[in-house]
């Protein structure tokens, strides 16, 4: 099972990198950052609650000292700052989308704060293997 958790990890990652890759050819996107490529390709995967206000998310998500959590969540309650970390950690063990189901059951924070987390962490694991 182990494996099979592995695999579909790598090809999570192969296929997130193929949609950057894409997205990075089009006119609107070619002066982006590498970072917001990836937000925007984790972007419909992670769909908001239909009943929620949109807010302006914080786009600045410097490590806080907790494993690439957003700085807004520098003075959430620590279990907020958990849930968000395990949610990462599954999906490096789980898969992306498997890992999404279950953030959507969260709270639009949770949710927020978990695709701002992932994606820096996913941008990181991307840089390290010179896939973007």
Do not use: C, W
């Not at 999906?91 to 820096?120: M, P, R």
């Amino acid at each position: 099972m182990d494996q099979l958790n592995h695999n579909i990890v790598e090809q999570d990652i192969e296929r997130l990198s193929k949609e950057i890759a894409e997205k990075r050819e089009l006119p609107e996107h070619k002066q982006l950052p590498e970072k917001e490529l990836v937000r925007q390709a984790l972007e419909p995967m992670i769909k908001q609650p239909v009943s929620q206000p949109s807010q302006p998310q914080p786009s600045s998500t410097a490590p806080t000292g907790e494993k690439n959590l957003p700085n807004y969540l520098k003075d959430s309650p620590k279990e907020i700052k958990v849930q968000v970390e395990k949610l990462v950690d599954k999906v490096f063990s789980q898969g992306i989308e498997k890992t999404i189901k279950e953030a959507n059951q969260s709270s639009a924070f949770i949710l927020d704060a978990f695709h701002d987390a992932l994606t820096d962490k996913l941008y990181d694991e991307l840089k390290k293997r010179k896939m973007i």
